[in-house]
């Protein structure tokens, strides 16, 4: 299982952009980049996953670099609501009997 | 998307007694489940493998008849705690993949575990 690295926290203010950072140096050929979001006493939720270049949804977009060594989380537009945990995990999309291993994740404060 | 629907949300009970969790695939059928247990201000970490119609595969470190788990259904699996202990006092999460691809796993919305 690839292992990821990413910042412990990061803090924004309302309406800014955030773009938090994910490398994931062994990642292998058929893993896919999935991040996750959880507030307190919740489960995580899926936010977006992809395999290389840009992946964009209704609420971030996933920015893979050709090496797939990294890539980054971009949520436009922040507001208080998105103050979170977020977590990169690498994971391989068949299949549903794949383990997850989190990693520390990044604390997101958002501030007015 | 798929739902997974987990009860209780919290839970308080004495020590020396079992506590049952009951993790439900809502919309789809899950072959395999997965246990998470989360203490305050840590990362998910992973407990058991939950298997429909064999045995669970445990992590190293986690306790198998402690912690047991049933995996009866396609869309039912438990985890008991047995002979709760304050130190298992803990938020319980399980998760399985629905049947889209592209959507990741899906998550249930956790049991906080009391033990007093």
Redesign the interface.
Known sequence: LAKTTQPISMDSYEGQEVNITCSHNNIATNDYITWYQQFPSQGPRFIIQGYKTKVTNEVASLFIPADRKSSTLSLPRVSLSDTAVYYCLVEKLTGGGNKLTFGTGTQLKVEL | ?AV?S?HPSWVICKSGTSVKIECRSLDFQ???M?W?RQFPKQ????MA?S?EGSKATYEQGVEKDKFLINHASLTLSTLTVTSAHPEDSS?Y?????GQG??????????T?LTVV
């Open positions: 998307g997974v987990q899950a072959t395999t997965f998470y990362s998910l970490m992973l493998t298997n938020f999460i399980c998760s399985a993949r691809l592209g959507e990741g796993y899906t998550f249930g919305s956790g906080r």
